[in-house]
């Protein structure tokens, strides 16, 4: 358990090749903190790394209270789990590799873009999605809900069967 505060500018801040390192079976790794009271956002990281974030942490009482997710390459299976903050993605990210990875969405996420920026799923490589709202729904937008420009979800040349959508606003 760690706590991260009074940082004058975001409380953590990952950037790629580095990223968070998968618990025991691949599971969570970035467990029971508090990230709270930073001048910026909580925590910046690369998409690769959103799957290894767990529901146990809190992310809230920051001057800006999302998750920044840089973009990039997710080329295995991830669950992105629902966080006591939206996922606000700033640059595209990419659902496809080698080993035909799935990302999955849980119940209750919000996930917010920002201008132009989208979700591709299997452009040059399979890939697959699932975003299943059983409980509560999953949210998907835009970052500045004023311009509602984003780029959106994008299903490409490569993108895997089945691609579930379920109680998805």
Known sequence: ETTVYNNVLDGIEIVAPAGLAAGPSGTPSFLYNQITLNGGYPIILPASSVDKLDWSSSYVGNLEDSIIVRGGVIDRDAHWQRLDAPYQIQRDIQVAGTVEPRLSIESGTAVYFDPAVELVIGSG?????????????ILFGASDASSGNWGGLRFADQCLSPIILENVI
């Open 125 to 137: 490589s399979p890939g697959s999605f699932s975003a299943v709202g059983t409980v509560e729904p």
